[in-house]
């Protein structure tokens, strides 16, 4: 993930950032003017939107990670090949110049 400035990523401060609104929109209904169940239902209906939005978060991060680790993946094999052509090469050029020296 990207970095800010000070080296948190952005995943951290939006974390952060959803937590504190939580923690906040939370502290908002207890001390509403409204009755106990009513205030229950709406921490309740908070708590299962946030867990939504993690679940969210998470199923993209996953993604994210999955197509970063299949790119790597292939990187690898990319420069696996590149690397045993190489090699190929080389070695080949060895076998003509033995071939010179010999004759």
Known sequence: MAHNDNGVST???IVSFLAGAALGSALALLYAPKSGRETR?????????AV?????????AQTKLVSAFEEGQEAIREKKSILASAIEAGREAIQKEKSKLAS
């Open 11 to 13: 995943g951290t401060v």
């Open 41 to 49: 239902e709406q921490i309740a209906d908070l708590a299962d939107d």
């Open 52 to 60: 939504e939005k993690i679940k969210e978060y998470t199923k993209e």
